[in-house]
């Protein structure tokens, strides 16, 4: 096998499959937009398996007024924790446009590494810690 060959992660293994699994046990169902997973009842997410890791597309609570009280911190934390139990990598752009954005990139940045992630301009990663 070369050295290309090897470097490509698979696009699907166990680990992320039970990801996948769990993360869905844990949240519900946007009831208009699918492809939206709402955790516990105030933070949608949008999350999709991408080359082997999951990539977070969005993550926001969806009232207005549960912003700046935690609800995003603790639903981080609850993600990165499941991505650590499945040993699972997340990846992620930031991206503070939008209709109404919430924090500016700088922000995002900062609110990202306290997470663990590591940033490289609008890209993140964090790779899983051990349990």
């Known amino acids: ?30 009831p208009l937009a699918g492809f939206l997973r709402i955790w516990s009842n105030r ?25 700046q009280r935690g609800y995003g911190h603790a639903a981080l934390s609850w993600f990165c924790a499941l991505a650590d139990r499945y040993g699972v990598e997340i990846r992620g752009h930031i991206d503070a446009q939008g209709e109404e954005p919430r924090l500016t990139a ?16 609008t890209s993140m990663r964090r790779l899983p810690k051990c349990q």
Do not use: C, N
């Open 1 to 30: 096998m070369g050295a290309l060959a090897m470097q490509i992660k698979p696009k699907s293994s166990p680990a992320l499959e039970a990801f996948m699994a769990a993360y869905r046990a844990e949240t519900t169902s946007h």
């Open 43 to 67: 933070v949608y997410f949008e999350v999709r398996p991408f080359d082997g890791a999951i990539r977070l597309a969005l993550i926001q609570t969806i009232f207005p007024e549960d912003r």
């Open 106 to 121: 700088a922000q995002l940045r900062s609110w990202y590494k306290r997470h663990g992630f590591k940033i490289e301009r």
